[in-house]
């Protein structure tokens, strides 16, 4: 019985599991159509929506293609109308032209006059009533511009000037010695004022030895001699050896040292202006500028001054900056040598230039800056015009030095013409000068002789407040070696 109540469990069991898995499986039949009608229905509406788009799109196509047919029969309409005109205006051209001949030949045969002949006459009768005022008109505008001229000439030195300050002292006459002790008088003055005189023979200046506390004055024009005086003083007072063989042996190395210095001054400006690619010797001769005066003016700073303000103005004014700086900066490098080479310095300087090769450009620029030569480029009226500035600012120049100085140079020049003498200082401002003569040339006879002619000379040639001692000086030395 039991084994018939298994049995129909299971069938029932069986006959339930069948009709749920029918069920199940409609269920997702049905679901999978929904899902299907769907998927349809969306792809419909995408279809739609494209064919849509796509519609519109063509339309669009086809009025932008409408309008750019219009356009083009429009722009044809125009270019056909343009043409027409513009042969309707060659037409009406061509008429006047032939109207404006006939009305020339007529004008000429009732004048008879030709057509440059009638502009000539009239230009003539209007000149003729209108002179005076084309006069004044003329004048006025001349006028004008040059008053224009001059007010851009000073702006732009003004500004020159403006951009360029540096300090200028005036170049004095003496020189001060320090000491440490007032007790090293004597012994620079040294025993019957041996070394004292051997100092002032061998530099060609005078030593002033006064009561001053604690220094003293080196006193002559050529600022070159104070130098070496005082480098040889402050030489000696540090070595505390002070006589005559010693102060020869000391003057000799304050020259040499003197020319190590005037080579760095000249290398130091041109670094200062920018110059660059200058023979060696050149710039020891630009050097030696820094030991020259001009009206108390001293020249070195000068020339630097000179070649900023003509490269400021150079730059305002469209000129070769680098031609105007190297030409500024050796515009007075005649001044170097000019004591001892006859001619002006521009003359010198230009004879300088050539020999150390510098271009014609340059030497062309410097040498119109005293108005020697005419300016004949943009450059050389710019160095000409910052030479003047320099020269003419307020504290830069001092007139009654130079003339002081010219005329101790002159006194020195005068001695140094006569045969036989070696080399003479003109010394105590002028009222002393001494000759140092060759002694193998003049004997004692002749050395008095010739201090009466120089005198004589003296009075002849110059003018001077006072009398001036001309000392004649005749050496003889022995000297020998003990090996």
Do not use: C
């Not at 299971?10 to 009608?37: M, N």
């Not at 429009?74 to 270019?79: F, G, R, T």
């Not at 030479?387 to 001695?415: C, H, M």
């Amino acid at each position: 019985m039991w084994l018939f109540l298994t049995i129909g469990v299971l069938g029932i069991g069986s006959v339930l599991g069948y009709f749920v898995r029918q069920k199940i499986a409609k269920k997702k039949a049905e679901s999978a159509e929904v899902i299907i009608r769907k998927v349809k229905e969306k792809a419909k509406e995408i279809t739609d929506q494209a064919k849509k788009e796509e519609t519109e799109r063509r339309d669009s196509i086809l009025k932008l293609e409408h309008r750019l047919a219009e356009k083009e029969e429009y722009i044809e309409k125009k270019d056909l109308e343009i043409k027409k005109k513009i042969e309707k205006i060659k037409d009406i051209r061509e008429e006047v032209d032939l109207l404006r001949k006939k009305q020339i030949e007529a004008l000429e045969k009732t004048t008879k006059l030709s057509k440059s002949e009638a502009k000539e006459k009239l230009f003539e009768l209007i000149e003729q009533e209108h002179q005076q005022k084309l006069q004044q008109k003329l004048k006025y505008l001349e006028n004008s511009g040059q008053e224009e001229i001059a007010r851009k000439a000073k702006n732009l030195m003004a500004l020159a000037m403006q951009r360029y300050a540096s300090s200028q002292a005036a170049e004095m006459t003496t020189t001060t010695v320090t000491l440490p002790s007032d007790d090293l008088k004597g012994r620079i003055i040294g025993k019957e004022g041996r070394n004292i005189h051997v100092l002032e023979q061998l530099t060609g200046v005078e030593v002033i030895v006064d009561d001053t506390p604690g220094a003293i004055t080196i006193s002559g024009f050529n600022p070159i001699r104070r130098q070496i005086a005082k480098m040889t003083l402050e030489k000696l007072l540090t070595d505390g050896r002070i006589h005559p063989s010693r102060i020869e042996e000391t003057v000799e190395r304050a020259k040499k040292e003197i020319s190590s210095k005037m080579k760095e001054a000249g290398e130091a400006a041109t670094y200062e202006v920018g110059v660059i690619g200058l023979d060696p010797k050149l710039i020891q001769l630009l050097g030696r500028l820094i030991f020259r005066t001009s009206y108390g003016q001293n020249v070195l700073l000068h020339s630097i001054e000179v070649a900023h303000l003509s490269a400021s103005l150079a730059a305002e004014l469209g000129a070769d900056v680098g031609l105007i700086k190297k030409a500024g900066l050796l515009h007075d490098i005649g001044k170097s040598v000019d004591h001892e080479v006859e001619g002006t310095h521009v003359d010198i300087g230009k004879r300088i230039l050539e020999k150390f090769n510098i271009s014609p450009e340059i030497i062309e620029a410097m040498q119109s800056h005293h108005e020697e030569y005419p300016a004949s480029s943009l450059e050389g009226m710019i160095i000409q015009a910052a030479d003047a500035l320099s020269a003419s600012r307020p504290g830069a120049r001092k007139d009654t030095v130079e003339n002081y100085l010219k005329r101790l140079e002159e006194l020195e020049k005068i001695a140094l013409n006569f045969e036989g003498v070696d080399k003479s200082y003109a010394i105590q401002a002028g009222r002393e000068v001494r000759v140092f003569v060759r002694p193998e040339k003049i004997d004692d006879l002749s050395a008095k002789k010739l201090a009466r002619d120089i005198a004589k000379r003296i009075e002849q040639e110059l003018e001077y407040p006072g009398e001036i001692k001309i000392n004649v000086i005749r050496e003889t030395r022995a000297i020998e070696y003990a090996r």
